[in-house]
Nanobody, 121 residues
Framework: QVQLVESGGGLIQAGSSLRLSCAAP????????AGWFRQAPGKEREYVGC???????HYADSMKGRISISRDSAKTTVYLQMYNLKPEDTAVYYC???????????????WGQGTQVTVSS
């Protein structure tokens, strides 16, 4: 069982940047793919982006140009960097790990608890 811990959420103003982190304490993540998803109140979980084991990335069209996903050099943490945030980006953001990078939440085996991002106008 892999436990994922997200951090970095908070209350920020529109136009700001924010970086979320996702780590699996005690484990390296070099052989795993990671995905980021978000869920706003009353809405279904939405794909944000993913990174494969070779650090190739893919982003949702709705977020392209405003996000960047990366790993640290030790491959223990995956980051979601978000720019020019808007009130409609308000959601709980989740990271997930699996064998392959995918846009589908069902393809991931492990999930973090989520971190709240609230963007005020």
């Amino acid at each position: 069982q892999v436990q994922l811990v997200e951090s970095g959420g908070g209350l920020i103003q529109a136009g700001s940047s924010l970086r979320l982190s996702c780590a699996a304490p005690g484990r390296t993540l070099s052989t795993n793919a990671a995905g980021w998803f978000r869920q706003a109140p009353g809405k279904e979980r939405e794909y944000v982006g993913c990174i494969n084991r070779y650090s190739g990335t893919h982003y949702a069209d709705s977020m392209k140009g405003r996000i960047s996903i990366s790993r640290d050099s030790a491959k223990t943490t995956v980051y979601l960097q978000m720019y020019n945030l808007k009130p409609e980006d308000t959601a709980v953001y989740y990271c997930a790990m699996g064998a392959v990078a995918s846009t589908m939440s069902s393809d991931y085996d492990y999930w973090g608890q989520g971190t709240q991002v609230t963007v005020s106008s």
